[in-house]
């Protein structure tokens, strides 16, 4: 090759690269991380859509770009990967009502009622894997779904419960029991949000995608949970 | 043999098979929905555990105990199982409010939503995996919970709202749209009566059997949906 092929070369090579030669180098840590990522993202994917016994690691691995033998490098089990999916799918579970004060009066209680309900509507809309996750669990029964209550739902609903008795007795919420708000709670709005397909089948036109048929206002589904 | 000793057996098998003998001998045809029935009996089972990709045909065939190329013949493919065990499972829907005149006052139309309510816990109850088979179609979505929406809900549906109309003009439910109605009351009975796993898991003491904890008193969840 001659001397001035090669010197055009580089000098390509170099305008190619240019644009990220600032950007440090990625660490093997930081690779390991993205790569988990992927992973996470194609296993909430596969998890949410078929059920632990229906997912395919072999599919996950397909996904996520990999070999299923590099992704078992990363999570030893299937069990492994279903657990740190379940992990990741609740670090965005809101926490809009811990720690704060109990409500006084009947405004604050219907205002502190209304941010839980808006907020855990808006979470089953940007991650709806988690209600599908939850679901899917809460059909088949068992171990998993014992380690996913002790793990992540235990804590979050004793957080509530103080909040919603505060309420009941200011007149803010449904004069029934603690039980029967949180399942009718999360059943309604996790289903009505995070299980897009099903309102979408019911009442869109026929064949219509699900991102097509509007959601229903979350207003009309509060007015059934404050007074 | 000697005749008395051949007497002897023929009283006694005489006396064995006299209970039976009134019956009419099975018909081959008797036999096959006898053995169809339990094949639908254990589809039940294994979909509303594992959901439709995670549910085995050779564990249906196992818990039937028939061979997996026998249960072929009943029915060709996965498919046709599971579509012939919606039908079996939707059987029993209850049709309380089909063809009842509108309600035309405030008590009527409590009484008649209150009806509803109550059948359908009933059935979630009785039939908990009419609630887990479709909860497990509702997170996949796709082609099976179209076919199961159309089938089997979708007419249920229309019966049920000028119903719910006429009872939210008299005041009898809560003043919010159809859609939010009926998705909020579908998911929290379904979600708090066909998978009791979950109560169970949140307010029972940890390890507990599903049938030892008492489920949610239905009142409790009717002060939610009536007024």
């Given at each position: 090759?001659?001397?001035?092929?090669?010197d055009d070369?580089?000098?390509?090579?170099?305008?190619?690269?240019?644009?990220?030669?600032?950007?440090?180098?990625?660490?093997?840590?930081?690779?390991?991380?993205?790569?988990?990522?992927?992973?996470?993202?194609?296993?909430?994917?596969?998890?949410?859509?078929?059920?632990?016994?229906?997912?395919?690691?072999?599919?996950?691995?397909?996904?996520?770009?990999?070999?299923?033998?590099?992704?078992?490098?990363?999570?030893?089990?299937?069990?492994?990967?279903?657990?740190?999916?379940?992990?990741?799918?609740?670090?965005?579970?809101?926490?809009?009502?811990?720690?704060?004060?109990?409500?006084?009066?009947?405004?604050?209680?219907?205002?502190?009622?209304?941010?839980?309900?808006?907020?855990?509507?808006?979470?089953?809309?940007?991650?709806?894997?988690?209600?599908?996750?939850?679901?899917?669990?809460?059909?088949?029964?068992?171990?998993?779904?014992?380690?996913?209550?002790?793990?992540?739902?235990?804590?979050?609903?004793?957080?509530l419960e103080?909040?919603?008795?505060?309420?009941?007795?200011?007149?803010?919420?449904?004069?029934?029991?603690?039980?029967?708000?949180?399942?009718?709670f999360l059943?309604?709005?996790?289903?009505?949000?995070?299980?897009?397909?099903?309102?979408?089948?019911?009442?869109?036109?026929?064949?219509?995608?699900?991102?097509?048929?509007?959601?229903?206002?979350?207003?009309?589904?509060?007015?059934?949970?404050?007074?």
């Amino acid at each position: 090759m001659s001397r001035p092929v090669f010197d055009d070369i580089q000098a390509k090579l170099r305008s190619l690269t240019r644009g990220t030669r600032a950007l440090p180098p990625q660490s093997r840590a930081e690779k390991s991380a993205a790569l988990r990522a992927r992973i996470i993202d194609a296993a909430k994917e596969e998890f949410a859509a078929k059920g632990y016994d229906g997912a395919s690691v072999r599919a996950i691995a397909a996904a996520a770009g990999i070999e299923q033998g590099h992704l078992g490098y990363h999570f030893k089990t299937k069990r492994a990967l279903w657990e740190a999916t379940v992990d990741v799918v609740f670090a965005d579970f809101p926490s809009s009502v811990a720690g704060m004060p109990l409500p006084r009066t009947y405004e604050d209680a219907r205002a502190v009622m209304r941010l839980a309900l808006h907020s855990y509507a808006d979470y089953c809309t940007v991650c709806p894997e988690h209600a599908r996750m939850v679901f899917n669990e809460a059909t088949s029964g068992g171990e998993r779904l014992e380690w996913l209550v002790e793990r992540h739902i235990r804590s979050r609903v004793a957080t509530l419960e103080p909040v919603f008795n505060a309420a009941r007795d200011r007149g803010a919420v449904p004069a029934t029991s603690f039980e029967a708000f949180l399942l009718s709670f999360l059943a309604a709005i996790a289903f009505t949000y995070g299980l897009r397909a099903f309102p979408a089948a019911v009442f869109g036109p026929a064949k219509t995608p699900v991102e097509e048929v509007p959601p229903v206002p979350i207003e009309e589904l509060i007015a059934l949970f404050l007074r």
